[in-house]
């Protein structure tokens, strides 16, 4: 230990000997006597100052490097959040453009959907209505039953035996339908790209619309192949009465073929390839529908039930046969049926009273006027109790059965008239009870 100190010592003696300084000034000599101990001092001291400016040059140099590091990473994450704020601005206004084409898809659908339904509505109303004049009718004369009062017990037989067999089964006809329809619904989707976040749901709105589109044209077929099967039938009801439907049913009034054209204005630019494709089924639905109202209206002006409703007894047909009075042949333009005394004799469809009085031969008669050029005749009336002008439904009283006239017993002598030409009312009875009774 002392010798370290020892040498420690000679070090400095040597690095710090006594020192002196010389200063001339004015020609006289000055100097200056330096000790070690003052080498040391002032030595310490300017060590300590060096070490001071190296230190504070470090540290300004050190400060400057982290202010400009801070700086750096502020701009880096200011960059950076700014990056992100755009990237999710971006994101919103996708959002955003999201929700307004999945918004106007959603009410175009909807608008198509709707306009659609509204029209199977119309459509499915209209012919509930006619169903129920028709049933109403059926009803009537089934109540009225055969010529002679007699119930068939086989319903519906002519409507079977004469309306032809399907050449295509209703089963593959609904199956194409059904695959044309969802063709037509294929064509009307919206083309978005896949990757789309609105896609799934797109899609999936529109797989439910174009099932409902597959629905809607199937409704649509069965009301246009049910309308046009009663039409079928209507018709040869008709037939089956000796007059044609093309007789009965009057043409359309249509003034001028050119212009005869109509119908709701719809946008090609508002709906689909799919909700075209559907009104035109449906105008041809709606024709069907026109044409089954037209033939449900003359129907119903049919002379097509008995004049009565209680028990009778059918006794002269139409045609040639030996006059009851002379014994001689001779045309009789009507039925005759037989009945109690004062029964109600009733009409043979709705219409207005065209005469109600006395003829002769006839006795106390009454004319009822159908339509369509049809005129019933119910004669040999005991009372009458109708007048001229009054309007009559299906099975209105005009009268009490009797004798009057050239008669030779209580009947009533039943004609039927199509443009003032006798038809047998035999076979429009017949038609109402086989077509309609069931």
């Known amino acids: 230990m002392s010798r370290k100190s020892g040498r420690v010592k000679r070090i400095i003696s040597r690095l710090f000997k006594e020192r002196q300084i010389y200063h001339r000034s004015d020609g006289v000599v000055h100097f200056i006597s330096m000790s070690t101990k003052t080498q040391i001092a002032l030595a310490a001291v300017l060590g300590s100052f060096l070490l001071w400016v190296a230190y504070?040059?470090?540290?300004?140099?050190?400060?400057?490097?982290?202010?400009?590091?801070?700086?750096r990473d502020a701009r880096v994450m200011e960059t950076a959040y700014t990056k992100q704020l755009q990237k999710q601005m971006r994101a919103y206004?996708?959002?955003?453009?999201?929700?307004?084409?999945?918004e106007q898809q959603f009410d175009a659908t909807m608008a198509e959907i709707s306009s659609r339904h509204q029209t199977l509505k119309n459509m499915v109303e209209r012919k509930f209505a006619i169903d129920q004049t028709i049933d109403t009718l059926a009803k009537g004369l089934s109540e009225a039953g055969a010529p002679n009062g007699a119930k068939p017990s086989n319903g519906n037989r002519i409507m079977i035996d004469v309306a032809p067999a399907e050449t295509t089964p209703r089963q593959s006809r609904l199956s194409i339908l059904r695959k044309e329809a969802i063709e037509e619904a294929a064509k009307g989707s919206t083309q978005v790209p896949s990757g789309s976040p609105a896609a799934a749901a797109i899609d999936n709105m529109e797989s439910a619309a174009a099932d409902l589109y597959v629905e809607q044209m199937l409704l649509l077929?069965?009301?246009?192949?049910?309308?046009?099967?009663?039409?079928?039938?209507?018709?040869?009801?008709?037939?089956?009465t000796g007059v044609s439907a093309d007789e009965i049913v009057p043409p359309a009034k249509i003034t001028n073929l050119v212009l005869a054209q109509g119908g709701p204005y719809i946008d090609v630019s508002n709906v689909s390839d799919a909700s075209t494709a559907f009104f035109r089924h449906a105008n041809r639905a709606g024709?069907?529908?026109?044409?089954?109202?037209?033939?449900?209206?003359?129907?119903?002006r049919l002379p097509l039930s008995s004049p009565l409703m209680v028990s009778r007894r059918y006794t002269s047909g139409y045609g040639v046969r030996r006059d009851p009075i002379t014994g001689r042949a001779a045309n009789h333009f009507g039925i005759d049926f037989a009945a109690a005394w004062a029964s109600p004799v009733t009409t043979t469809a709705a219409g207005v009273v065209k005469f109600a009085g006395t003829k002769n031969g006839w006795g106390r008669v009454v004319e009822v006027d159908h339509g369509n050029g049809f005129m019933t005749r119910y004669a040999h009336l005991n009372r009458i109790t109708v007048s001229a002008g009054q309007k009559l439904a299906l099975h209105d009283k005009v009268g009490e059965l009797g004798s009057s006239g050239r008669s030779t017993g209580p009947h009533v002598h039943y004609e039927v008239l199509f443009k003032g030409k006798p038809k047998n009312p035999r076979r429009f009875i017949e038609a109402?009870?086989?077509?309609?009774?069931?």
């Open 221 to 240: 077929a069965s009301l246009e192949e049910r309308a046009t099967k009663e039409i079928d039938t209507l018709k040869m009801v008709m037939d089956s």
């Open 432 to 438: 109402g009870r086989y077509v309609f009774e069931s």
């Open 56 to 71: 504070a040059s470090v540290n300004v140099v050190f400060k400057e490097q982290i202010i400009v590091a801070k700086e």
């Open 93 to 102: 206004d996708d959002v955003a453009s999201l929700n307004v084409i999945m």
């Open 287 to 300: 024709i069907l529908i026109d044409e089954l109202t037209t033939m449900q209206e003359a129907i119903t």
